[in-house]
């Protein structure tokens, strides 16, 4: 006669794997796990230069830093372990960074400010994924980076607030299906040196911004931008080159 299994059983099993299913979403391992909130539990909530100092030594357990990187209060980090910090780095209040393979790494002087998104999040185990921003960029209040086909940002790329960098896309061609049942693609996004992203942009996947380009506020980037151009609308257009031979205003004061 089978031994009967109760019920019970089968809900602990559930919530165990669950809980494997969450610990899995947050960190390489349970040591990992353990060991990066224990620090979070500790000094995360520290405010004021204190914390920023605190952070910048103790941190270096769970990440890597080249030289000095300043970490404010309630900056939330997953996969720790896959965060790499150049130096002189700022991560301001708010800021959360999901590195799941194959990671996020920050250029020297790079500022990544209050309420921004980085999130690789690769449970797909795609190759080409990563957040790499280069040395003396920015990303903007509340901007979100979702980087699982691939996000190259270069040296002295500006993104403002609540603008979207977004390298994956769902597939939704079978109309009888679910369109999460239908995968995604993740092709990437590149934007090279010198980049002004205006407020509330989007950059769709696949697309390569050239160096020196400019995206209006509001634009929607849905195909490459030739270097040195102005673009904006939806979807984003060329307005105009940047060539040197015209401005804005013959008045304008300029700091």
Known sequence: MPFPISPLFFKSSTVLANIKLY?????SGLGRYLLEQLLFLLLGWVPTVVGIALRGVFYRLILRMDGLAAIENGVRLRFADQIHLGRGVYLDQGVYLHACPQGIKIGARSMVMHGAVLHVYNFRNISRSGIFIGEDSLVGEYSVVRGQGGVHIGDRVYTSPFSQIIAVNHVFDDPERPFVEQGITAEGITIEDDVWIGSGAIITDGVRIGKGAVIAAGAVVT???????????????????????TTTSNDRIIY
């Open 23 to 27: 610990l899995s979403r947050q960190a």
């Open 223 to 245: 195909r490459d931008v030739p270097a040195h151009t102005i673009v904006g609308g939806v979807p984003a257009r060329v307005i105009k080159s940047i060539d040197g031979q």
